[in-house]
């Protein structure tokens, strides 16, 4: 991962990017000419902080980024610059220029749709270093972003930039051969030119046809691409009979193939009447946000499967948690072991966070004590763990939507396979919440029965339990 990034052009796309970064703790800056663009930013910033409160329930607040005044100032100290300004070759040549001034050795990015590298990189000076990564919106929760290199793109750029990415939670996705629109938008390209003939030819109207998509093939989409949903289609027979089935339909006039109808006034009038009648009721902002809740959502469970994006977050995940310092143990202070928000999701009919919440933060706490003691991913990668065998729970007070709460952490007693816990909710007063005592015994993850824990371990966990005791007894 980078220290430093560098983003230009702070639209939807770069402020993505700049979420990205943020949240896997590089320090960012932003050039953008448009006075409104700190607060378009912050506004994307904003949903992007809401969203990873909710995927990422240990995750501290994204830091702010740095607003730049000229690009050079951007671009000066940072490893990797994304350039994301508008779709049009001469401007993203004339950024090009500007960063070589001031940058001479980071990786430049563009995040174009579909110009191709060749084109964009055709009058840089060292154009070795200068690659595509098509990104998709929202660019802080899709993980996919298609590389594409150039003629002149140095192998090693591409790999490096593919490196970073991985590290980022994203999916890198190579594109084997240069060409305008790469993989996704060419796909998207010809599902939005039928659309738009549906619309001319008066066959449906902007809400039948996302209807058509968000109701049927689009549910498919996101955990089985094209060709995985069309072998299954085959049913016994596979992808070969669905091939020899369906496969000449496509020299039927079903589409209109490469036309495109005329983007007449009248036309362009019509389309955006009807999108104003399907969702003009909402904000853009307001989209995003309902947009974000359901990715987070698909992408969870798209993540409990194993399927999609879900493995990519997975991964990024784990490397968020593993880079997290365990807390500290000493005899002065309990263990901070949780921190955050109260997503607006976690409350109920009676306005306030869900009792089945308040074990979650006591299990995430309990996992961070396991951090503390040296039961930690590679641990349990090993073969170890704890599981919890009896928890007892004191709602003391409620707590509402986006306020902050912590947890404090002190274990009571560690012997042998037991290790006993104590874990006390408290808002941002320091007032108590709740309490949870929680008694866990040491597995082998191989046989699923009880087992003595790592000498190192239970060292540890002993040692914390002789400090801990030194702590004001609670009831
Ligand atoms: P946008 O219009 O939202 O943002 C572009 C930003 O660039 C604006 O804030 C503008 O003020 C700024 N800008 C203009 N000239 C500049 C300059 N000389 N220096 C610095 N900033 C400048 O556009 P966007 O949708 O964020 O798209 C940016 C790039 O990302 C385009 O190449 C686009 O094709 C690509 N892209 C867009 C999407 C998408 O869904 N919107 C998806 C993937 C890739």
Redesign the pocket.
């Known amino acids: 991962m980078i220290r430093r990034a560098a983003v ?7 402020a993505g990017w700049a979420a990205r970064f943020l949240a896997n703790g590089a320090s960012v800056s932003i ?4 006075p409104a ?1 700190p607060r ?1 930013i912050s506004e994307v910033l904003k949903n992007a902080d809401a969203a990873y409160a909710k995927l990422f329930p240990m995750r501290r607040p994204l830091p702010p980024p740095q607003f730049s005044d000229s ?1 050079a100032a951007a671009a000066a100290d940072a490893e990797l610059i994304i350039e ?4 049009r070759v001469e ?2 040549q ?2 090009y220029a500007e960063i070589e001034e001031s940058s001479a050795a980071a990786i430049i990015v ?5 110009i191709r590298p060749s084109v964009l990189q055709k009058n840089m000076k060292n154009p070795a270093r200068f690659l595509v990564a ?4 929202p660019v802080y929760l899709l993980p996919l972003a298609e590389i594409v290199c150039g003629e002149k793109t140095a192998p090693a750029t591409a790999d490096k930039t593919a490196a970073i990415l991985e590290s980022m939670g994203m999916h890198p996705l190579r594109v084997k051969k240069e060409i305008d629109a790469f993989i996704a938008d060419r796909l998207l390209e010809a599902a939005w030119r039928e659309s738009l003939w549906l619309v001319k030819d008066g066959i449906a109207n902007t809400e039948d046809i996302d209807a058509a998509i968000c109701l049927g093939f689009g549910l498919r989409w996101a955990q089985m691409g094209i060709f995985d949903t069309y072998r299954i289609a085959g049913g016994e027979g596979g992808m070969k009979d669905f091939l020899l089935q369906f496969g000449p339909c496509l020299k039927w006039p079903w589409t209109k193939l490469t036309d495109v109808p005329e983007l007449t006034e009248q036309f362009a009038e019509t389309i955006a009447a009807q999108s104003d009648a399907q969702s003009g009721q909402y904000t853009v902002r307001e989209m995003e946000r309902i947009r974000d809740d359901n990715l987070i959502a698909f992408l969870q469970t798209l993540k409990a499967n194993k399927r999609g994006a879900g493995v990519s977050l997975a991964k990024w995940e784990s490397k968020l948690r593993a880079a997290q310092t365990p807390p500290e143990i000493s005899a002065s202070a309990p263990m901070q072991t949780v921190r955050r928000r109260v997503p607006p999701h976690w409350t109920d009919y009676n306005g306030h966070m869900n009792e089945s919440r308040y074990l979650e933060c006591f299990s995430e706490a309990t996992d961070s004590v396991m951090r503390a003691i040296g039961a930690d991913e590679n641990y349990i990668a090993a073969g170890n763990s704890y599981f919890t065998a009896e928890t007892q729970i004191k709602h003391l007070n409620e707590i509402a939507a986006d306020e902050l709460l912590h947890v404090e952490s002190r274990v009571l007693s560690a012997a042998g396979k037991k290790l006993r816990l104590f874990h006390e909710m408290k808002n941002e007063n320091g007032e108590p919440l709740a309490t949870g005592e929680h008694l866990l015994i040491h597995v082998n993850l191989q046989t699923r029965r009880s087992s003595m824990p790592s000498e190192k371990v239970q060292n540890t966990a002993a040692e914390a339990a002789a400090l801990h005791a030194k702590l004001p007894r609670r009831d």
């Open positions: 230009v052009g702070g639209g939807v796309i770069g050039y953008d000419p448009d663009a378009k690009i994301a300004v508008p779709e401007l993203k004339k950024v563009s995040s174009t749709s579909g098509h990104p998709f919106n």
